[in-house]
């Protein structure tokens, strides 16, 4: 059957050709067009409700939790029906609405420092107290009515409760090398004279930063313009659909390119999700606009497979693509140098050998991981793009906050969504044992795949290699480490890539962008020396193609780990769903993402207050400085005598409480306080009446700091409005009774009627 009529699609189908399956096959009968019903597009809810009042109303919602974050001015008169799906249906008699949002494809999550690993006993920083110790969630009763506290404990046993409604003064303490800090005093200033000893440090790096982009600004850019019909044929020749963020990295470095003004474009996206191929839409531009584009690598492994897919992707469009690096014999070096100083080349892929190179009309810069450079080499990097439209691109994730504030200085993308056929990579942390190793191995063979082998010790790689052929005789392995010489290097992965070996073997080499789709399964000896970016990385060199990747953490003895460790590879083996870099941007990769952008290690401060209060403030004096509307982030007191905070009846784990709570305080707005409810509604069903009262306090708060309010509170039947503002009379409303419902609907009334 036919759900509509195709007779004028299927005639111009067979005037033009004679298709395999004859006309006839598709005489079907049409299923006719309904009367009753008619589907509809909603835009605004509640404007159709109003015009069809008279209408019986029946409205889809997954759970309560979405019709509370739903905009409508009303609920009466409408039946909801609680269930998945959408549909909107308009009738004579019936109206059917569906506030049910389509799945989108899930994203990684951006990360801020993760306060739900805080166990009790670790530090943090409050940001007018100080470093402390955070003791866990405790239950109180004031003014009888229960919440939640978090507990901090200061020098001599002070301590500070702290309402869970107010969870974003205080952050994890994290620096470098995980040195302990010194506990400060309550009630002593030495912690506010830091903060202003590091504010006026601050201030020098800040107006660095600014002063570097306004050259940068100042200064005429090369105008690039793309003609869009030629770039979408480009585009279509990528050999895969790109994903929603890729166009949007695309375009809006293009819209960069054609402005007249100088490109400085940071490209953050996880291992694997397609930053190359945004530099190569780049690359294009520049070429067809009779420029030359130029992309540096920190190793060589990485340049020549950069050289490979640029060569290949631009095979048909004549462009002249050339490298530079360690490999290159002398002779071709100087064809290169030669070639790129008359302009016969017009793209040049290499390593730092590239920093020397003369160009006839360089008009774009790409470097790839640039956090892996040294200091010098960056030196000479800007001042090379001092006058070129410049595109960094890295696998590390900026912490958020600073992305918000350089954003003025610096123009941001992220890459958050994976590639359509990238299938997540299953984490295993296993003890050593030689019985699972034989097993990871010959699974992957069984599926025609090659495994990637990282045992990160020079000395006894060759010895490795003797017991992996005693457990399985017939391996082809090939041995890789930094002592091997750069010509064997390139030789034995082209091998490998060929398919002449099974087995990679090697130092951690791999895990720079390496990009081999036949490698399925990655094995870690001795996991438990790596860092957690190193390891993410290493996972991140695994399921690259359409295949689900494996990836076995070894430990000498899971039994007798370290703290740390334990913690790390719990981290890995449960974070192992895409784009999970951003969440694991922890530990180490907060601290080496954030000192890089300022460009020079910042360690001193930050072993002081703490990476997050140091980069809150770094934010900070950047915004003063380069003129942003500075908005003070200011707290707001939330003390109604209600029962409110999140009922562990719901949701039992301490952990994920603090996760939630810490999440809710942070809500710019009431939306993400609704997404919220309705995932806590999701994972753990039905919000109990404690734990909806809290999400309503935390709406409260958010409308309360959009209208300038400082506090909100109640005493028996009476609810107080108290104002930022000098001199405005604080306001006093009363309620029908103490219940806390009233009191609730009293203060939200309220709130929501500005």
């Avoid at 067979?14 to 096959?25: G, V, W």
């Avoid at 590091?198 to 313009?225: D, M, P, Y």
């Amino acid at each position: 059957v036919w759900a509509s009529n195709l007779d004028e699609e299927l005639k111009e189908i067979y005037t033009l050709s004679e298709p395999l399956i004859p006309r006839k096959d598709f005489l079907l009968p049409v299923i006719s067009e309904g009367s009753k019903y008619r589907d509809l597009e909603v835009v605004n809810p509640n404007k159709l409700l109003a015009s069809h009042q008279d209408k019986h109303i029946i409205i889809l919602a997954k759970n309560e939790s979405i019709v509370r974050g739903s905009e409508l001015d009303s609920f009466e008169n409408i039946e909801f029906v609680y269930q998945e799906g959408i549909v909107n249906l308009l009738g004579s008699d019936k109206l059917i609405l569906s506030l049910n949002k389509p799945i989108k494809r899930k994203k990684a999550k951006k990360a801020s420092i993760i306060l739900d690993e805080l166990k009790s006993g670790d530090y943090v920083v409050h940001e007018n107290y100080g470093v402390g110790i955070f003791k866990g969630i405790e239950k109180r009763e004031v003014l009888g009515s229960f919440s939640e506290f978090v507990v901090i404990q200061y020098q001599n046993e002070d301590t500070l409760l702290i309402p869970v409604s107010n969870l974003e003064v205080i952050d994890r303490y994290v620096a470098e090398g995980g040195t302990l800090p010194v506990l400060d005093r309550m009630g002593k200033a030495s912690f506010k004279k830091l903060k202003a000893k590091v504010k006026e440090k601050l201030f020098v790096i800040a107006s660095q930063i600014i002063n570097l982009s306004a050259q940068r600004h100042l200064k005429k850019g090369i105008t690039l313009k793309s003609d869009m019909e030629e770039h979408a044929i480009f585009m279509s020749e990528a050999g895969f659909e790109h994903t929603e963020d890729q166009e949007r990295a695309i375009y809006a470095m293009l819209d960069d390119m054609s402005s007249g003004k100088m490109m400085d474009r940071l490209l953050s996206a996880d291992v694997g999700f397609g930053k190359t191929e945004v530099a190569m839409n780049g690359m294009y531009v520049a070429i067809k606009n009779g420029y030359q584009a130029m992309m540096i690598a920190p190793t060589t492994l990485l340049s020549s497979q950069h050289y490979k897919s640029l060569k290949e992707r631009f095979y048909n469009h004549g462009i002249k693509v050339a490298k530079l690096d360690r490999f290159s014999t002398a002779k071709e070096k100087k064809q290169t140098l030669d070639g790129l100083e008359s302009g016969s080349i017009d793209v040049v892929v290499g390593t730092h050998a590239l920093l020397k190179a003369k160009f006839k009309n360089l008009a774009l810069v790409i470097i790839d991981e640039e956090h892996k450079f040294g200091v010098k080499q960056k030196e000479r990097l800007k001042e090379i793009a001092i006058d070129i439209h410049l595109l960094s691109m890295s696998a590390t994730p900026i912490p958020r906050s600073l992305n918000l504030a350089l954003s003025e200085v610096k123009s941001f993308s992220e890459i958050l969504t994976p590639p359509m056929e990238r299938l997540g990579v299953r984490t295993f942390v296993k003890s050593y044992d030689d019985k699972v190793i034989k097993e990871a191995i010959l699974r992957e063979l069984r599926r025609g795949g090659q495994i990637f082998y990282v045992f990160n010790s020079i000395a006894g790689i060759e010895e490795k290699k003797k017991i992996l052929l005693e457990i399985l005789p017939k391996l082809r392995i090939a041995v890789l480490h930094s002592k091997i010489s750069a010509k064997e290097t390139e030789d034995e992965m082209m091998k490998f890539e060929d398919g002449e070996y099974d087995v990679l073997l090697s130092t951690s080499i791999v895990e720079s962008g390496i990009h081999m789709p036949h490698a399925n399964t990655m094995i870690v000896d001795g996991s438990e020396n790596f860092g957690i970016a190193d390891l993410h990385q290493l996972r991140g060199r695994v399921g690259r193609g359409g295949v689900e990747g494996y990836c076995y953490f070894m430990v000498t003895d899971k039994e007798r780990l370290s703290d740390n460790a334990k913690r790390r590879l719990l981290a890995l083996e449960s974070h192992s769903d895409l784009g999970s870099g951003a969440v694991l941007a922890f530990h180490d990769l907060e601290i080496r993402g954030g000192g890089n952008i300022i460009g020079e290690a910042q360690s001193g401060h930050i072993k002081q207050i703490g990476y997050s209060l140091y980069l809150r403030m770094l934010e900070d004096a950047i915004k003063e400085l380069s003129g942003q509307d500075k908005e003070v982030a200011h707290t707001i007191d939330m003390k109604l005598s209600i029962d409110a905070y999140l009922n562990e009846e719901l949701i039992e784990e301490d952990r994920l409480r603090l996760e939630l709570y810490r999440r809710l305080s942070l809500c710019q707005s009431t939306g993400e306080v609704y997404e919220i409810e309705a995932e806590i509604a999701d994972r753990f069903g039905k919000l109990d009446t404690i734990t909806r009262q809290f999400i309503d306090v935390i709406v409260m708060k958010v409308l309360a700091r959009e209208q300038g309010i400082s506090k909100v509170s109640s005493y028996g039947e009476n609810v107080f409005i108290e104002f930022r503002e000098e001199g405005k009379a604080r306001k006093v409303l009363k309620s029908h009774s103490k219940d806390d419902d009233d009191i609730i609907a009293t203060a939200m009334t309220y709130l929501k009627s500005f």
